[in-house]
Structure formats: structure tokens, C-alpha cells
């Protein structure tokens, strides 16, 4: 168990399973773990072609909480969870402004995060679900 934490692997099959579910794509080549903080996701988990670390849009990523150097980002996300997302529209953006979605800098791309992750306690509500239930939630 401790190691999945330290090869990525843990985070693959995280990532594979919220693909499946969502019908989002991995990345080309696999996971790259670009480093950010939260106040960043929403400039770096967006696509290369605008400016951020992904291939493509509607993809899964996971961030790294340390920079290439080894040192820990400002407000990292470690055990946390987040979503970055593109507004449609122009009229989507100026509420993205409105309600203090943190942006990237077009205000374009939004990211909501929480700074937790209830592993311990969703994951017994998602087997049970699934075993006595038969059925996922999506």
C-alpha cells in the first residue's frame, strides 16, 4: 500500500476507474503528475494548446504536491480531490467571476477543489452500494 502511493500506482488505478465512470480519456502516455498547487489547477489542468500540461480536454490527470526539484508546492493538494472545467460561454465566465471560481487567466477554465479525501469512509459506501445494491453511482 505504501508504495502505490510512491509509484503513481495507486493513482492509476484511481484515475482508470474515474475515466470508466465518466467516459473522460487518460492521457496520452499515461499520467504525468504536472506540480501544482490549488491555486494554480486552473492554469496547469488544462490542454497544451492553452497554455496548461494536458494533451487534451476531457481527460483525467493527478497533480503532484512536490516541483521537479523535490520541494512542496504552496498550498498543494495531497489529500485532496478537484475538477477543473471550461465555460461554454461568456455569459458561464462572468459567473465563473461572480461566485469567485478560481480561473485561469482568461477566466475561461475553473477549478473547485476540497482540501480532503474520505477514502476510508466512501470507499466502504461504494462497495456496499455495489455488493448489496448492484449498482454505481456515477
Same mark, same amino acid.
Given at each position: 500500500?505504501?508504495? /502505490?502511493?510512491? %509509484?503513481?500506482?495507486?493513482?492509476?488505478?484511481?484515475?482508470?476507474?474515474? =475515466?470508466?465512470?465518466?467516459?473522460?480519456?487518460?492521457?496520452?502516455?499515461?499520467?504525468?503528475?504536472?506540480?501544482?498547487?490549488?491555486?494554480?489547477?486552473?492554469?496547469?489542468?488544462?490542454?497544451?494548446?492553452?497554455?496548461?500540461?494536458?494533451?487534451?480536454?476531457?481527460?483525467?490527470?493527478?497533480? /503532484?504536491?512536490?516541483?521537479?526539484?523535490?520541494?512542496?508546492?504552496?498550498? %498543494?493538494?495531497?489529500?485532496?480531490?478537484?475538477?477543473?472545467?471550461?465555460?461554454? /460561454?461568456?455569459?458561464?465566465?462572468?459567473?465563473? =467571476?461572480?461566485?469567485?471560481?478560481?480561473?485561469?487567466?482568461?477566466?475561461?477554465?475553473?477549478?473547485?477543489?476540497?482540501?480532503?479525501?474520505?477514502?476510508?469512509?466512501?470507499?466502504?459506501?461504494?462497495?456496499?452500494? =455495489?455488493?448489496?445494491?448492484?449498482?454505481?453511482?456515477?
Amino acid at each position: 500500500m505504501f508504495n /502505490s502511493f510512491l %509509484d503513481g500506482t495507486k493513482s492509476a488505478i484511481e484515475m482508470a476507474a474515474v =475515466a470508466n465512470a465518466t467516459g473522460l480519456e487518460p492521457q496520452d502516455g499515461g499520467l504525468r503528475f504536472p506540480p501544482s498547487g490549488a491555486n494554480q489547477v486552473s492554469s496547469i489542468c488544462v490542454p497544451e494548446a492553452d497554455g496548461g500540461a494536458l494533451a487534451r480536454s476531457g481527460t483525467v490527470e493527478v497533480i /503532484s504536491s512536490l516541483d521537479r526539484s523535490g520541494r512542496e508546492m504552496d498550498n %498543494d493538494l495531497r489529500w485532496g480531490v478537484y475538477v477543473v472545467f471550461e465555460a461554454p /460561454s461568456r455569459y458561464v465566465q462572468d459567473r465563473f =467571476a461572480d461566485y469567485g471560481v478560481l480561473t485561469d487567466s482568461t477566466g475561461r477554465f475553473g477549478a473547485l477543489w476540497r482540501p480532503f479525501h474520505f477514502i476510508g469512509l466512501e470507499i466502504a459506501t461504494s462497495v456496499l452500494k =455495489a455488493g448489496l445494491e448492484g449498482r454505481v453511482d456515477r
